[in-house]
């Protein structure tokens, strides 16, 4: 490969590169994996099932349903799929000049929830390392002509669990973050003139010499369409872009319908978690804003000390740190304490106006990221973001309205085009960059390491199923590859099984009016009566989440809480005690009360 480009205008320049990780290959391989068709199976009989009034996932969005109208691409074959696209720079090397990775990934939205987001099922396509950001005109011109292909003709799998098949795809969604999306739609920084992607906001500037732009509210804001954005790249010159438009995106080079606007996401785990609720707090605890009414500061030591107290399930991925830390702050960890944690923390300390404030955060962001979303509850949210973004300009300024800010503006619209932010957010593709992270040992070749570690890392898997299966293997050499790879771990269980998961930590005395319970409910549910009670602290369910009883010992967690429902209301109980019957179990707990103690404002605030 050559180092400089032997063309004349080009002068000489380095050449930048990027690896082709053959996409279509790893497709064919999930194909044939029979855990996969049986959960895109499972995903598509969701989406045939969606209903119109309640948004559950992406495919409940406007813009999804115009693929499955009868004879539509995605509901014309039964093996037709679509993808939510990501890539971002990776800094891997802190004390080196030899660049920085940009993979890109591709995510099957069909898959169920559940199993979408999970490493084995996101597709690495490319991977591009050098100093400076990727021409995304170049980087991504490939993968356009491969979707095209994969678009018309299809993928030819052959040997899948359903016999000879083959796969047609489409890219459906873009999610990246601000400066790559600016790359990717061709389009001005988000600190330019017109740079808002769904609006033509113009912002309003400020600083010396207008270098600075804020977005203050301003309400129903014209929205881009796609055909505005071909208008635009077209009047476009070199040295003018037009509403922000500098030239065509790449993706204007795709055969089928790709809105050029709505196909663009609002990644949360950015604009909210990294981007505005943490900006907010660093500002309420920065020591230069000492006179303003929303400074606590003063009580940082109080709040970490109230936060630090907070024992989470074990579904939370990070324990809670001290605010002494906030800038060092995961975005799971911002995330679990604005949606979580920042309410009942802040509560005693924050004034009351600016509390209510942040509150709307809290509410429009938890309603818009939940499993069910009703036409009400989008409009609540919407109406709670609006508020949110107006108080923000009156509490603190006009200026602190930044993109990030201006973007809740537009998310209640864009979770009913596109689905719950949830389904498109960078959380799942920041745990792929950890993946690949670790498989650079050196400066050197770095885009063919993480090549061939993942071909390993992904080809492992199958490998060891093929030996597994395989009659003519030793078994001590199947017992070796178990112990090695941990496959012995994950599949045999010593607890007792049930159904949909495991009992665990063998309990011996059982209250005798707990067995008095017990019998009621065997007769009560007509369950058989010849049956035989083992009490359990753990139960640990089919997709490795854990709940334990209260005499279950838990030293930094708690997750003795679950949720029930009683009469057809929902409800939540502390677990007390796991019992099997057979196949079956039942779980005992004492009924938690809820409280309302709601804010109080009085004259002064």
């Known amino acids: 490969m050559q180092d400089n480009c032997h063309k004349a205008g080009c002068r000489a320049a380095s050449v930048s590169s990027f690896l082709d990780l053959h996409f279509e290959e790893k497709i064919k391989d999930l194909f044939k994996d029979s855990e996969f068709l049986k959960l895109l199976k499972k995903g598509k009989e969701q989406i045939r099932s ?94 356009v002509e491969k979707l095209n292909s994969f678009y018309e003709m299809g993928i030819h799998v052959p040997g899948s669990g ?67 954005q071909i208008n635009f790249a077209m009047k476009a010159t070199q040295k003018q872009a037009v509403v922000g438009v500098k ?58 000390h109230r936060l630090l107290s907070i024992k989470p399930p074990d579904i939370f991925g990070r324990l809670p740190r001290s605010l002494d830390n906030l800038k060092h702050w995961k975005a799971t960890e911002l995330k679990s304490w604005l949606l979580h944690y920042s309410v009942a923390v802040l509560r005693p300390v924050l004034n009351p106006l600016y509390l209510f404030h942040w509150t709307l955060l809290v509410g429009g962001i938890g309603i818009l990221c939940s499993d069910s979303i ?48 949830w389904a498109y957010s960078h959380f799942a593709f920041e745990g792929m960059n950890a993946f690949i992270k670790p498989l650079v040992h050196g400066t050197h070749h770095a885009m063919e ?60 005395n059982v209250d005798s009016n707990i067995l008095t319970m017990v019998k009621v409910h065997v007769i009560t549910n007509r369950w058989l009566k010849d049956y035989e009670v083992e009490a359990d602290r753990r139960f640990e369910n089919d997709e490795g989440q854990k709940c334990y009883s209260s005499l279950a010992k838990t030293w930094k967690t708690n997750s003795t809480v679950t949720k029930f429902s009683e009469n057809f209301a929902v409800c939540y109980g502390r677990v007390k005690l796991f019992l099997k019957l057979n196949s079956k179990a039942i779980c005992i707990c004492d009924k938690l009360e809820e409280t309302f103690d709601n804010v109080r404002f009085n004259k002064h605030d």
Not at 192 to 200: E, I, V
Request: glycine residues 6%.
């Open 449 to 508: 390491q993480i090549g061939c570690a993942i071909g390993l890392c992904f080809g492992l898997p199958n490998f060891i199923k093929d030996v597994l299966a395989n009659t003519n293997v030793p078994k001590d050499s199947k017992r070796l590859i178990r112990s090695l790879t941990g496959y012995s771990r994950s599949n045999y269980k010593t607890s007792s099984r049930i159904e949909g998961g495991y009992l665990c930590g063998r309990h011996s």
């Open 162 to 228: 359903d016999g000879d098949i083959t796969v047609q795809c489409m890219l459906f969604v873009a999610t990246v973050d601000l400066p790559a999306q600016a790359a990717l739609m061709n389009m001005k920084q988000f600190n330019g003139k017109c740079a808002c992607h769904l609006c033509k906001s113009e912002g309003t500037a400020y600083g010396q010499h207008n270098i600075h732009r804020c977005w203050p509210f301003k309400q129903n804001d014209e929205k881009r369409t796609h055909q505005d």
């Open 50 to 143: 969606a209903t119109s009034n309640t948004i559950h996932d992406i495919y409940h969005g406007l813009d999804y349903k115009n693929f499955l109208h009868p004879g539509s691409f995605l509901s014309s074959q039964p093996y037709n799929i679509s993808f939510t696209l990501n890539t971002d720079g990776v800094n891997k090397y802190s004390s080196s000049t030899a660049g920085h990775l940009w993979p890109t990934y591709l995510m099957i939205n069909e898959l169920l929830k559940e199993h979408r987001f999970r490493k084995k099922f996101i597709i690495p396509a490319y991977i591009y390392c050098d100093k400076h950001d990727p021409n995304m005109l170049t980087f991504l011109n490939p993968l």
């Open 374 to 421: 009703v036409n009400n509850d989008s409009s609540s949210a919407d109406s709670m973001l609006q508020d949110f973004v107006l108080l923000m300009g009156i509490l603190c300024s006009p200026t602190k309205c930044t993109m990030n800010v201006h973007l809740l503006q537009h998310l209640a619209y864009y979770v009913s085009r596109r689905g719950p932010i």
């Open 247 to 304: 030239a065509h995106s790449i993706f204007v080079k795709l055969l089928y319908p790709f809105d050029l606007v709505c196909s663009f996401a609002i990644d949360w785990m950015h604009c909210v978690c990294l981007g505005g609720g943490k900006y907010i707090m660093m500002q309420q605890l920065s020591e230069g804003n000492k006179d303003k009414d929303f400074y606590i500061g003063s009580s940082k030591a109080c709040l970490s």
